[in-house]
């Protein structure tokens, strides 16, 4: 299911979208904060320019919010479920918080999810990329 060539490998692994070996993102670490959003111009083993125009990754912003209103629901949900009779402020501080320690997975799986829109796996993207480097 989450195999080479469906587009959820890519967006989990942080793949690129075309090879799927390569990665995006130059730092493993999601949690480091002067690092989490360094990302590679090209895929080194196909050649694909992730960034295909300037501002390309301004709608991955729309995809991030997205992500973050799902957590911020199941955040509501989950202290709702656990503290039935707890004050707001206690569902605002748990979202926000919630918010925050996730923020770099948000970034990331909004631009994960957004190059993903557009473009598609091909099995011999790095085949022809090898030819074209000769």
Avoid: Q
Avoid at 91 to 110: D, E, H, K, S
């Amino acid at each position: 299911m989450f195999g080479k060539g469906n587009r959820l490998y890519s967006i989990f692994k942080g793949k690129c979208p075309v090879c799927h070996e390569g990665k995006v993102f130059t730092y493993n670490n999601v949690f480091n904060p002067s690092k989490f959003d360094k990302m590679e111009e090209r895929c080194d083993k196909c050649g694909h320019k992730y960034e295909i125009e300037t501002g390309f990754f301004y709608g991955a912003m729309y995809v991030a919010y997205a992500l973050t209103v799902a957590i911020s629901v199941a955040t509501y949900v989950i202290t709702y479920l656990i503290y039935p009779e707890t004050p707001y402020w206690v569902y605002i501080i748990n979202i926000l918080v919630a918010l925050i320690v996730m923020a770099p997975i948000t970034f990331r799986g909004g631009r994960m999810i957004w190059i993903n829109f557009f473009n598609s796996y091909d099995p011999e993207a790095v085949k022809k990329f090898e030819e074209k480097k000769k």
